[in-house]
């Protein structure tokens, strides 16, 4: 399974909002509803923040939001803040009963 | 207070091998499915295998198939990972994480144990 594709990095002011893509194919993402997303602080495990696509663990900001078209997954920070500085894994079902992560995307709060 | 605490981790020469162990508190273990995820020094995340609540189930990732050996205690509420015939491309933080919805999404992270693999 090859990696998914996200951009190795995004940033935006505080206060503004920014999303990050997730491409795959119709072998994992275009073909599941099984997206997640993971946000990670340096030297710190991975935290969920968005599962199955959408939905949004208990404690997560409403500011997170994930949506999907197509081969392509999107996780979307609204009203940024300087703790949303960190990196960002997408996750999706691959099938056979395997899964794939993005190559991951560093998110910069100017 | 729900907790994952991974162990073993250390430096070891190619051929090797390792046994990692991943020790859960605060929740039911024996009903749900765990999974290992690694990390190269730098490096993105990358899913390792995956354990079902009864053992019943069992997968892995390609690059570790017929090496690595995954396995669970539930009376000891204790998660495994057997590493054999270790590689320096295994070098990575290998870090437990729990599955509660049979979703392939991991909700609750150990700390993570490093794992070297040098001569």
């Known amino acids: 399974q090859s990696a998914l594709t996200q951009p190795a990095s995004v940033s935006g002011s505080p206060g503004q909002s920014i999303t990050i893509s997730c491409t795959g194919t119709?072998?994992?993402?275009?073909?599941?509803?099984?997206v997640s997303w993971y946000q990670q602080h340096p030297g710190k495990a991975p935290k969920l923040m968005i599962y199955?696509?959408?939905k949004r663990p208990s404690g997560v900001s409403n500011r997170f939001s994930g949506s999907k078209s197509g081969n392509t997954a999107s996780l979307t920070i609204s009203g940024l803040q300087a703790e949303d500085e960190a990196d960002y894994y997408c996750c999706s079902y691959a099938g056979s009963s395997s899964v794939v992560f993005g190559g991951g995307t560093k998110l910069t709060v100017l | 207070e729900v907790q994952l605490v991974e162990s073993g981790g250390g430096l070891v020469k190619p051929g090797g091998s390792l046994r990692l162990s991943c020790a859960a508190s605060?929740?039911?273990?024996?009903?749900?499915?765990m999974n290992w995820v690694r990390q190269a020094p730098g490096k993105g995340l990358e899913w390792v295998s995956s354990i079902s609540s009864s053992s019943s189930y069992i997968y892995y990732a390609d690059s570790v198939k017929g090496r690595f050996t995954i396995s669970r205690d539930n009376a000891k509420n204790s998660l495994y990972l057997q590493m054999n015939s270790l590689r320096a491309e295994d070098t990575a933080v290998y870090y437990c994480?729990?599955?509660?919805?049979?979703?392939?999404?991991?909700?609750?992270w150990g700390q993570g144990t490093m794992v070297t693999v040098s001569s």
């Open positions: 994480a729990r599955d509660p919805d049979h979703d392939w999404a991991f909700d609750i």
């Open positions: 119709s072998s994992d993402v275009g073909s599941y509803n099984l």
């Open positions: 199955e696509g959408s």
């Open positions: 605060g929740f039911t273990f024996s009903s749900y499915s």
